[in-house]
């Protein structure tokens, strides 16, 4: 159970309904699951546990716009610590790495003066384009792994935010390179955050970003969805489309594993693309 630490709620009802829903969910009860996550959400309407995400995945409720921030600051905040050895080691993350090797095999002498990480994490982007960049700014939503990138020391700047906010607020200089990896699976309508980067990237700044998805029939005739493992998937026309109307044009699209989930690889896109 993911819980705030400064919960303007009932903290032991919160955790009651949302135990009670997590096992009716394991055990196939997804009515009596969509109950409990109900009465979580009427508690906390804030969701911290991520409810709304969940009743998505299992098809008892609408597909939301994106998770909750309480919810995603939490989940990350709370896993911050063991955050590498669970994401590179144990489910074989290495998306900053294939970016690299991306870039590298676009252009060999590929160079970026000033590197924005949105959704930095404890800062594999910045380990992995390290080489390749001058200045290294990060975001990201939870405070804690913005301590670990701290301490790591590949960014010159660091900030704790919401991506979609810091594109709005930031008043510093454009980027000529823009990184989002994992950042798309907890996002689901891409609108308001593609339509921030034109004005944060330099002419022919560099966007690349990863995302998650899923076979046609499970996205049932929309540009995204939750995934059983109650993140977003996207499709890539809808990706590809909605970049090129905010003037944003694809160089690379690459079918990749993002990483795996209970042993088993999930399919998702690298895209690499640039500002017109």
Known sequence: ????????????????????????????????????????????????????????????????????DAYVATLFDQHAEMFDTILVDELGYDVPLQLADHLEDLNPDAHYARMLDLGCGTGLGADALFEMTEHRTGVDIAENMIAIADEKGDYNVLYVGEVVNFLDQTTAPAWDIII????????????????????????????AFSSETLSDKDFAGRDYTVGPHQRFAHKQDY??????????????????????????????????????
């Open 180 to 207: 989002a990896t994992d950042v798309l699976p907890y996002m689901g309508d891409l609108a308001p955050f593609f339509s921030k980067l034109p004005l944060n990237l330099n002419r022919n700044g560099i966007f």
């Open 239 to 276: 990706v590809e489309k909605l970049l090129l109307s905010h003037g944003i044009k694809m160089l690379r699209v690459t079918d990749i594993t993002v990483r795996s989930e209970q042993g088993k690889p999930v399919a998702g896109h690298l895209y690499i693309a640039q500002k017109a």
């Open 1 to 68: 159970m993911i819980m705030s630490a400064n919960p303007q709620f009932d903290e032991d009802a919160l955790e009651q309904a949302y135990n009670e829903a997590l096992r009716l969910e394991k055990s196939g009860d997804f009515d009596g699951a969509a109950k409990a996550y109900q009465k979580a959400l009427e508690i906390d309407p804030d969701d911290h546990g991520g409810a709304a995400v969940r009743l998505a995945s299992m098809g008892r409720g609408e597909v939301p716009n994106k998770a909750p």
